[in-house]
Structure formats: C-alpha cells, structure tokens
DNA sequence: ATGACTGCCTCTGGCAGA
C-alpha cells in the first residue's frame, strides 16, 4: 500500500503535471492540500478518467483538501478538524481506505509570528492532538500525512539562521509536532532518514531551488498499529524541478500488506 | 534588502503562501 501527499499549489493550475505524477507513481492513495478551489470546481472527473476515486473538501481561493484513492471509493469519515465550531477552513479530510484511517491535512502555516496566525497554528495543533488521540486510543491503524508547516528538527533545513524567526520553526511549532511523536506517533521520513538533509519544499523566489535551499515540512505520521509496516518511504523530488510545479514535492510511504 | 515568485479572484492589485 502506498500513500502519498502532495501540496499542489492550486489544482486548477497543476492539474497536468498532477495527472502525470499520478499516471508515473500510481500511489494506492494520494492526499492533496492547497486544492484553492471551491467544490463546485473541483475536477473529479480528470481523475476518474485515470482511475481515480476522489473525495474533496474545498473553499473559495485558498487552502482545500482531497483524497484520491485509486479504484476503492474512499469512505469519508471526518470533513474538517473537530474542535471549533468557528472554523470554516478547509484543512482536514479524514477516509477509510483499504483498512486504513487515512488523515489528510494541511496546517496552518502561522506567519507573521507572533500575531493571531500564529495562535491560529498553535490552536489548530491542539485540536489535532486531540483527535489523533481518540484514533489512537481506538486503536484504528491509521496514517496521518499532508503539509504540517512544521521544521521539527534543525537538520530539517537548509539554513537556520534564513528561518530562525518563522512560525515553521518557532519552538511552540515544534513542541506541538514533537507532542505527537511522544503519543506514539512515528514520522515515516525522519525514521528512514535520521541524519537529516531531506527537502519536501522549495521557494519559488530567490532560485531556492536551484540552490536546494529547502526544508521539510510535508510528513506522514504512522500510528503504532501499523509502524511497524513500514518498508519505504520517500520523496518525489524530480517533480519539483519540471515546468510549471508546485513549490512542494509529492512524499510517500510504502506500508506492507 | 520593506527584495525575489506564484496562484487566486478580479476592485488585474492585494493577499496569501512559507
């Protein structure tokens, strides 16, 4: 079973170079933030053409979620993060797939810090411990991916003095993350990769990415009932370098049956 | 260096992103 996430930057704009990433990577499940479409707009039938059963949850302009699960008809289980009743934005998609809870999300990214964004960032960190807490004390094998706008790590950039005052890496950003790794959580990518140096996103400005100048920030978190299926897992950093891209990279995880 | 680039909706410039 492999799972992927995919911060698309407008699906209208990269829907080509979406198809194409699908067509060659062919994960079981992709979970897409950054869809900035309303529902109504949303093209599901480009990825039912190709094979794909999506299920999304838009808003007008900016943020927006999706899950596409190739074949099976993904069973939705949450629309938005719990919590509060204020929040309107759609950052959070929760499915079952193929005997998995999979848990799509794309997190505040909290600039300017400090400021209301930023507490925004922190209080959506909170509602989010709390319902991975309740999957995890169901005990449901679950898998919870997307762009988490968090630097856990100092070796999870290129430079830390360049990002020393962004929300990405402040310590309450950290704390928060960190806070689920002590739950149970494991983090896929820094598993496999403990010595760091592994880029998931790439600024358009400045010629980061022809510098790889990057940092990681995208991240699929394994519950403690299907760690331990972990065989592989990675990132689609080629997708980064082609025409008209996303300044994010797909990650993925392969998960034995 | 208050920089840079990109997408969105469209008050085609201002906002958001990270």
Not at 60 to 74: C, H, Q, R, Y
Not at 132 to 156: Q, W
Not at 157 to 168: C, G, I, P, R
Request: aromatic residues 10%.
């Amino acid at each position: 079973m492999k799972i992927a996430s995919f911060n698309i930057n407008g699906v209208k704009a990269r829907l080509p170079r979406l198809l194409e990433w699908l067509e060659e990577r062919r994960p079981n499940v992709a979970c897409l933030q950054e869809i900035k479409s309303i529902d109504e707009n949303f093209p599901a039938g480009e990825f039912e053409k190709i094979g794909y059963k999506p299920i999304w949850h838009g808003q007008k302009s900016f943020n927006g979620v999706a899950i596409l699960s190739d074949g099976v008809e993904p069973e939705e289980a949450q629309r938005g993060l719990p919590g509060d009743p204020d929040d309107e934005q759609a950052r959070y998609l929760e499915a079952d797939i193929g005997g998995y809870r999979v848990c799509n999300l794309y997190l505040p990214n909290g600039n300017p810090q400090p400021g209301p964004k930023f507490d925004y960032k922190l209080a959506w960190m909170k509602r989010l411990r709390e319902r991975l807490t309740e999957l995890r004390e169901k005990e449901i094998p679950a898998v919870v991916l997307g762009d988490f706008n968090v630097i856990p790590e100092d070796k999870d950039t290129w430079s830390v003095k360049a990002m020393q005052d962004d929300a990405l890496m402040q310590p309450e950003s950290r704390d928060a993350y960190f806070r689920l790794l002590h739950d149970g959580w494991t983090d896929a990518i820094d598993t496999l990769n403990p010595r760091g140096g592994v880029w998931t996103f790439w600024d358009y400005q400045a010629g980061a990415w022809q510098k790889d100048h990057g940092f990681r920030i995208d991240h699929i978190l394994l519950s403690p009932q299907c760690a331990d299926r972990l065989v592989s897992a990675g990132v689609d950093k080629e997708y980064r370098g082609r025409e008209k891209a996303s300044d994010h990279a797909p990650v993925w995880v392969e998960l034995r049956d």
